[in-house]
């Protein structure tokens, strides 16, 4: 099946600064979907992104379907954004979101 | 429009019973796919059902079950409870097409089951 590896594995920062979070996977996908994991357990959609960019506010993404990659840009962090983050993808005729192992992600004030 | 629910939020079970978990997707989904994490790890899918018929089975023994009901409703059924089936549930509703391919999947807040 796809594997998919995310990095880093964790990421410690202040307040106000700005990370890259990086997720490879190794065959054609036809879904991304970058989630956050709050403290609570609950997953929260961020993206879907197969391809292409997009921005949400601090939140911002990018798929270079052909290069096999996806990159999450988290601009001026709060506190409020720690957890963890998942990338997941599903392969054309696959049933499934495979997930990456997560980035743990704390932001200190 | 309310998202994606599930019930019970908390379980405790002893080794060896039963249990039963419940899903009721987006308004208007016809999918509905099941998914546990364990502690520490990212969510493994489970099944996915689409129009009442099992359209994808993950990598878990014949002990878990689903089933999905005329309204689009799920329910996870897990026999023979093992300290090893202790996770968080998660539920995940898409509006169909008989597979996630090319549909984003919103999640509810999971159920979180822990066995004694």
């Known amino acids: 099946g796809i594997q998919v590896e995310q990095s880093p594995p964790d990421l410690i920062l202040q307040e106000g600064a700005n990370s890259t979070l990086r997720c490879n996977f190794s065959d054609s996908v036809n879904n991304l979907q970058w989630f956050h994991q709050n403290p609570w357990g609950q997953l929260i959609n961020l993206f879907y992104?197969?391809?292409g960019t997009k921005q949400n506010g601090r939140l911002s993404a990018t798929t270079v379907a052909t290069e096999r990659y996806s990159l999450l840009y988290i601009s001026s962090s709060q506190t409020t954004d720690s957890g963890v983050y998942f990338c997941a993808v599903a392969t054309p005729g696959r049933r499934a979101l495979t997930f990456g192992s997560g980035t743990r992600l704390q932001v200190q004030p | 429009d309310a998202g994606v629910t599930q019930s019970p939020t908390h379980l405790i079970k002893t080794r060896g019973q039963q249990v039963t978990l419940r899903c009721s997707p987006i308004?208007?989904?016809?999918?509905v796919s099941w998914y546990q994490q364990v502690l520490g790890q990212g969510p493994q899918f489970i099944f996915q059902y689409y129009e009442k018929e099992e359209r994808g089975r993950g990598n878990f023994p014949d002990r878990f079950s689903a089933r999905q009901f005329p309204n689009y409703s799920s329910e996870l059924n897990v026999n023979a409870l093992l300290l090893g089936d202790s996770a968080l549930y998660l539920c995940?509703?898409?509006?169909?097409?008989?597979?996630?391919?090319?549909?984003?999947?919103?999640f509810g807040d999971g159920t979180r089951l822990s066995i004694l």
């Open positions: 995940a509703s898409s509006p169909g097409g008989g597979g996630t391919g090319g549909q984003p999947q919103h």
């Open positions: 992104i197969p391809s």
């Open positions: 308004s208007g989904h016809k999918s």
